[in-house]
């Protein structure tokens, strides 16, 4: 395992589109495990593989002292709605109101291939929503609710 650099936003690779992945091989394991010790060792949330410059649709995310990997993920159900403050890695320090669901259901792969799927409520679901987005090109900064105050 070995962690690797942050990209941080201006880095245009952040703004382009993840691709499936195909492969639930060494090669994916490996980005993983680097990945889960990059997403610690900065203190993250979550990290998606293309903060780290690979264009792969993989995400990990520990929550409550839970840790989760999500390959190919897609959400396939959303209620309700939440506003609360989130950040991201890949912009440093600054933590900004964005609305989310309040509660989502994600479909995706572990990686071994096999079909997972996580339905999560408040930061849980804010967080899937975060990391997918990145899968997409989308940063929170994208989303900031201007003017709100709690
Ligand atoms: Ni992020």
Redesign the pocket.
């Known amino acids: 395992m070995a962690t690797r650099n942050v990209i941080k936003i201006g880095d245009e690779i952040l703004r382009k589109i993840s691709k499936p992945v195909k492969n639930f091989d060494e090669n994916l394991w490996e980005l993983l495990d680097d990945m889960r010790e990059t997403m610690y060792k900065n203190d993250g949330a979550?990290?998606?593989a293309v903060?780290v410059g690979v264009l792969k649709q993989a995400i990990v995310m520990e929550i409550n002292n839970m840790y989760f990997e999500l390959i190919n993920p897609e959400i396939v159900k959303q209620e309700g709605e939440e506003i609360a403050k989130e950040g991201?890695?890949?912009?440093g320090g600054v933590q900004e109101y964005v609305k989310r669901p309040h509660k989502v259901t994600v479909r995706a792969k572990d990686r071994y291939g096999y079909d997972i799927e996580i339905t999560g409520e408040g930061y849980l679901a804010r967080c899937i929503c975060?990391?997918t987005d990145?899968l997409k090109g989308i940063?929170?900064v994208d989303k900031i609710e201007k003017g709100y105050k709690e």
């Open positions: 979550g990290l998606a903060q991201c890695l890949s912009v975060h990391e990145h940063l929170f």
